[in-house]
């Protein structure tokens, strides 16, 4: 079965500092791969997808992650954390043929001015 | 359009109370999910709709009963609720098997 590790549910980092969010999933095959971002009693919303395509993957907001097949991760990273990233991420996994997401456990960033 | 929208946005309900949540997108997308969402936890999976048709059910009590009317709605209905019940329900829809979810901003729920 697939699984979704996020190592870190809180992530503290200075304003303007590199943000590095660990996110680790077990597959037999490489998956689908996303991260979302949820702010308080909001929905989730969509940050980047892996689909096989580019190993490294540029999202919105200047997030990027980069898809490791030798060390299973998928880890996402921010060069310069702002005010406004504040927010609980998720990293999920999909698997090939279902309509299943598995997602991680979450990491809350803070980022302190 | 590409946002999913959800009515309402809190909801209060007592244990005898029948009510219904509401999610729609015209995206064109073909499958939508309910989820449920508990303080401080990832999304849980509930149901899956792919072209009109319930695909899965992640045994779900019955007292959460889904609808798919068409394909650019999704209700989930509500009927003897538990405290424990109360949550955030998020409602997603994607084009295809596996592509990325769009969430709904979801409906806050509070059962008495």
């Known amino acids: 079965a697939q699984s979704v590790t996020q190592l870190g549910s809180h992530v503290s980092v200075s304003e303007g500092a590199l943000v590095l969010l660990r996110c680790n999933y077990s597959?037999?095959?490489?998956?689908?791969l996303f991260w979302y971002v949820q702010y308080p009693n909001q929905g989730l919303q969509l940050l980047l997808k892996?689909?096989?395509?580019?190993?490294l993957v540029k999202g919105i907001n200047d997030f990027e992650a980069e898809f490791k097949k030798s060390e299973t991760s998928f880890h996402l990273t921010k060069p310069s954390a702002h005010m406004s990233d504040a927010a609980e991420y998720f990293c999920?996994?999909?698997?090939?043929?279902?309509?299943?997401?598995?997602f991680g456990t979450g990491t809350r960033l803070k980022v302190l001015a | 359009d590409t946002e999913v929208t959800q009515t309402p946005k809190h909801l209060v309900m007592g244990m005898t109370n029948k009510k219904s949540l509401k999610c729609e997108q015209h995206?064109?997308?073909?499958?939508m999910y309910w989820y449920k969402q508990k303080a401080k936890k990832p999304p849980e999976l509930m149901f899956v709709?792919?072209?009109?048709?319930?695909?899965i059910n992640e045994s779900v009590p019955s007292r959460f009963s889904p609808e798919c009317p068409n394909s650019s709605l999704l209700n989930l209905h509500l009927h003897a609720l538990q405290p424990e019940d109360s949550a955030l329900y998020l409602c997603?829809?994607?084009?295809?098997?596996?592509?990325?979810?769009?969430f709904g901003p979801g409906t806050r729920l509070t059962v008495l």
């Open positions: 995206m064109g997308h073909r499958a």
């Open positions: 597959s037999s095959v490489p998956p689908y």
């Open positions: 709709y792919s072209y009109e048709k319930l695909s």
């Open positions: 892996y689909t096989s395509a580019a190993t």
């Open positions: 997603a829809s994607s084009q295809q098997i596996a592509n990325e979810q769009f």
């Open positions: 999920a996994v999909s698997d090939r043929g279902t309509y299943k997401y598995i």
